[in-house]
């Protein structure tokens, strides 16, 4: 599951969009929630591994799941999308986000 910031631009999410197609279709069909006034709707459901863009995100996400959920999930986080669209060290973040992630869920996956 990815966890994003509201507002996000199209580049933003074009930049995103590519970056997990890159990683597998795994990752490029995870679902997407968005962040919202600092809160994730109820509805987040429970997930093996989260992507998420921002530490407010990451924040939000810690006060939506459950701590035993919180516990059995891959938490990664990467830095928001527009740092990442604009700052080659955020792109080299995002980059080791998806390696470990991906080595995360094949390991869960076998």
């Given at each position: 599951m990815v966890?994003l ?9 074009d930049?995103?969009g590519?970056?997990l197609?890159?990683?597998g279709?795994m990752?490029?069909r ?5 962040v ?8 987040v459901p429970?997930?093996r591994a989260?992507l ?9 996400l810690g ?10 999930a891959q ?6 999308p527009a740092?990442?669209?604009t700052?080659a060290d955020?792109?080299r973040?995002?980059?080791s986000?998806?390696r470990?992630?991906?080595r ?7």
């Amino acid at each position: 599951m990815v966890v994003l910031p509201e507002g996000c631009s199209a580049r933003e999410l074009d930049l995103l969009g590519r970056a997990l197609n890159a990683c597998g279709t795994m990752l490029a069909r995870a679902a997407r929630v968005t962040v919202h006034g600092g809160q994730l709707g109820a509805d987040v459901p429970e997930a093996r591994a989260y992507l998420v863009f921002g530490e407010a995100q990451a924040h939000a996400l810690g006060r939506t799941l459950p701590a035993a959920a919180m516990h059995r999930a891959q938490i990664v986080l990467a830095d928001e999308p527009a740092l990442v669209l604009t700052s080659a060290d955020a792109k080299r973040r995002l980059w080791s986000a998806l390696r470990s992630l991906r080595r995360a869920l094949a390991t869960v996956g076998s």
